[in-house]
């Protein structure tokens, strides 16, 4: 089993930057395996990062590129997302979630934590 916990949301103005964080416990596997979801209200969940299990580059979705970075410390088991010139329609719950196995469906989540970007 494994379980992860987030922190790191919060109110920041238009234009500001957070950072997140995602942390596992339980059983050991590799922060590649980790990603960042977000889902702003009436609006489809949206994969903001992807995992990287081995190798090539990471994926980030068009609207986030240039402004996101995400970082990952395997011997923290922590994976953290860096949100720069954050826009109001950044707005929405951020989760990190886990595969189970390269190329599987997401199978951990974390409880969930509120980015709110003010204009």
């Known amino acids: 089993q494994v379980q992860l916990v987030e922190s790191g949301g919060g109110l920041v103005q238009a234009g500001g930057s957070l950072i997140l964080s995602c942390t596992a416990s339980?059983?050991?596997?590799?922060?590649?395996?980790m990603g960042w979801l977000r889902q702003a209200p009436g609006k489809e969940r949206e994969l903001v990062v992807g995992?990287?299990?081995?190798?090539?580059?990471?994926y980030y979705a068009v609207s986030v590129k240039g402004r996101f970075t995400v970082s990952r410390d395997n011997t923290k088991r922590t994976v953290y997302l860096q949100m720069n010139s954050l826009k109001p329609e950044d707005t929405a719950v951020y989760y990190c979630a886990a595969q189970g196995g390269p190329y599987s469906n997401y199978v951990y989540w974390g409880q969930g934590t509120q980015v709110t970007v003010s204009s």
């Open positions: 339980g059983r050991t596997f590799s922060t590649g395996a």
């Open positions: 995992p990287k299990w081995s190798g090539g580059n990471t």
